[in-house]
């Protein structure tokens, strides 16, 4: 590929609800701050699907996916100072933002004041359609794109770069570390690496789940402890054991049992997000001072913290590596729960 090639290949869903299907989509040429990247893997994640069905509201058609992407670096502009040709890189859920705001100016970019323009399903800064991972090749500015250390493997590393940053940032904020306690709701693809990353902390990490059908994998992913939620004696067991809770799920919870977990002034944080609203009893956040937050992925900053902590504790995803035509059949067993933990694209197979 070269600045003259416009098309690449991809796979797009035409219209909400249609099945994916091969085609090509349109990539800038190489500006002066851009890289080219050959994508090598593409992480399926739940937000994915989401998207391509309009369950959080009307998207851009036709829809490339996929916000977990690495590769290898095919051409730099020529003012690139931060990578070469060769180089293992990878792209996450935003590729540039206002970079003026208060909140870009601090790191935050993904809570952009303007907005940040997301991999996909979003319009850049001329209007034009984003198109994500599910293509062999995308242009990203060098402001946007992450170094991915040796010491991971470019398949295991795809899905960190919305998996890995999106529970890494809250469990850093909350201080999950050493004598604390944590736990992670639901054991899919953001809930393995919450317990692989808060392990690595140093915390002491609890896995609540809906049943005990993962608990194996669950201690060995470096959980101490294991309860099923669907058993109503775990919230009774565990009341006011947690200083945190980190809630995975994208369907909506009983909150008011959940916050009963906490001890004083903890915090229950979403990552996940449901399509319906939820609610609560606010004395389930008076009574004790806790907290209930929200979290969305983290800055480019703290995504290349989070890539470097990884690499230092050898930690990946663990995925099951599918090819391209395979997609529309990972969706409908991602919303089946079958899948240990995270469906990687071959981007070779596109």
């Not at 692989?196 to 896995?207: D, Q, R, S």
């Not at 050898?314 to 997609?327: D, H, N, P, V, Y």
């Amino acid at each position: 590929m070269t600045q003259q090639i416009t098309t690449v290949s991809a796979y797009a869903a035409p219209a909400a609800d249609a099945p994916l299907e091969r085609t090509t989509v349109p990539r800038r040429a190489v500006g002066e701050f851009d890289v080219l990247i050959d994508i090598k893997y593409a992480g399926i994640c739940h937000s994915d699907i989401h998207q391509a069905r309009d369950g959080w509201g009307e998207g851009i058609f036709p829809m490339v996916p996929g916000h977990e992407i690495a590769g290898v670096v095919a051409e730099v502009g020529p003012g690139v100072t931060k990578f070469s040709v060769g180089d293992r890189v990878g792209v996450g859920c935003m590729v540039d933002s206002c970079r003026a705001c208060e909140n870009c100016r601090a790191g935050l970019e993904q809570y952009c004041v303007r907005g940040n323009i997301q991999t996909y399903n979003a319009l850049d800064h001329q209007g034009e359609p984003t198109y994500g991972g599910y293509s062999t090749h995308i242009v990203v500015d060098q402001a946007f794109t992450l170094r991915i250390p040796e010491g991971i493997s470019l398949d295991v590393a795809a899905p960190l770069l919305c998996a890995g940053i999106t529970t890494y940032s809250p469990l850093k904020r909350f201080a999950a570390g050493p004598g604390k306690k944590v736990a992670v709701v639901g054991l899919g693809g953001l809930g393995h690496m919450a317990v692989k990353i808060a392990h690595a902390l140093g915390a002491e990490v609890t896995v609540l789940s809906q049943s005990l059908r993962k608990k194996d994998d669950g201690l060995r992913l470096g959980a101490e402890h294991y309860y099923a939620t669907s058993d109503d004696a775990t919230f009774e067991q565990l009341a006011g054991s947690f200083d945190m809770i980190l809630s995975t799920v994208s369907a909506p919870l009983p909150l008011d049992k959940y916050l009963g977990l906490l001890r004083s002034e903890g915090a229950f944080v979403n990552v996940g997000a449901p399509e319906e609203p939820v609610s609560l009893n606010l004395f389930s956040v008076i009574a004790g001072g806790k907290t209930l937050a929200g979290s969305m992925i983290g800055g480019i900053a703290e995504t290349q913290e989070m890539l470097d902590f990884c690499a230092e504790h050898g930690l990946g995803s663990e995925i099951e590596l599918i090819r391209a035509e395979q997609i529309n059949e990972a969706y409908e067993r991602v919303l089946a729960s079958d899948v240990r933990y995270r469906f990687v694209i071959d981007a070779a197979t596109i």
